[in-house]
């Protein structure tokens, strides 16, 4: 009940613009609620300190849709513990042929049906549903229409065996192939996050990671070669190979590097160009926006709003 209470209060106030003057924002009592102990910060704590960054912010425009979106998805995984037997029903569908095995990307799914009832809510709202459908809630028609996963290492992502998780409660997965293997062994446990690509639009991430994985592949087995080749030790061979793999990587994404190749819409290509920018450059856009609007904050939703505030954040005072 207090958790429940938690997350009605934060999204009031945050409805309120007041989360910065709300003692549930405090950290101890975020881990008292939550973890049920005062939990002492630190480095043992790793955590708690990426869950406290997703929280506090300021009323930059864009860290309070990125603090909502991240509270949603905490909040929407801890809902989602209570409900595994519910998601056994998806399991038996996909056995049943009913959903397909394919590994789908749900990330801003939610605003992509008009319709649904909480398509128009908060990122708050949209992030925790987003996580309930990616484990089954969504309508089978609603998954099919998503984009498949990609990894950069081995291309298009399939889901673990179905039988063997209804069945046996066991996640079975395909042997890695000896690109992903290496890649472990010189300390990229996780390709796709560490190298490829760094968007923050679903559409455009997915483009991008499924042009790097034409190639990947193959930039890691010449790293591997002439890390064997130069290194006299296993140590030298990685940090060769990683150098090798770091800068590929870096070049695949940098001749890329289209935002509109994903076929994202014009308004999330503007989002995300001001998510890239410093806390001060967007504050300042901001502000400049409010003086020349009497005061008015601008619409997140208006694309001539948020173009205004880019160019705005990008104004120089030394050009």
Do not use: C
């Not at 590097?257 to 410093?278: E, F, K, T, Y």
């Amino acid at each position: 009940m207090r958790q429940i209470g938690w997350v009605v209060e934060f999204e009031r106030r945050r409805q309120e613009g007041t989360l910065e003057t709300w003692y549930g924002m405090d950290m101890e009592e975020i881990t008292e609620t939550w973890l049920g102990t005062n939990a002492r910060t630190g480095t043992g704590n790793v955590f708690l300190e990426e869950i406290m960054a997703g929280i506090r912010g300021t009323e930059d425009i864009i860290d309070d849709e990125k603090r909502s979106k991240a509270i949603g998805r905490f909040v929407g995984q801890y809902a989602n513990t209570f409900l595994t037997p519910i998601f056994q029903m998806a399991e038996a569908q996909r056995i049943q042929g009913i959903r397909g095995e394919e590994a789908k990307d749900f990330k801003g799914s939610i605003t992509r049906e008009a319709d649904l009832p909480y398509a128009g809510e908060s990122a708050f709202v949209r992030s925790f549903y987003e996580q309930m459908a990616q484990r089954g809630l969504a309508a089978p028609s609603f998954e099919e229409e998503l984009p498949q996963r990609v990894s950069i290492d081995q291309g298009k992502v399939q889901r673990p065996d179905s039988g063997a998780r209804l069945y046996a409660g066991l996640t079975l997965r395909e042997r890695d192939s000896d690109v992903r293997e290496y890649l472990r062994e010189i300390g990229y446990s996780d390709a796709t996050y560490q190298l490829g690509s760094k968007s923050r639009i679903p559409e455009n991430k997915i483009a991008e990671n499924e042009f790097i994985s034409n190639i990947f592949p193959t930039m890691v087995n010449l790293a591997k070669e002439f890390a064997t080749s130069e290194g006299k030790t296993k140590k030298e061979q990685h940090i060769i190979a990683r150098k090798f793999i770091k800068e590929a990587a870096t070049d695949l994404r940098e001749e890329f590097n289209d935002p509109a190749l994903g076929g994202a819409s014009p308004l999330a290509i503007v989002a995300d160009q001001l998510g890239r920018l410093s806390k001060e450059d967007r504050a300042y856009g901001i502000q400049m926006f409010k003086s020349y609007n009497e005061g008015r904050l601008p619409d997140i939703t208006s694309l001539q709003n948020m173009n205004a505030v880019l160019e705005y954040s990008k104004m120089s005072f030394l050009k």
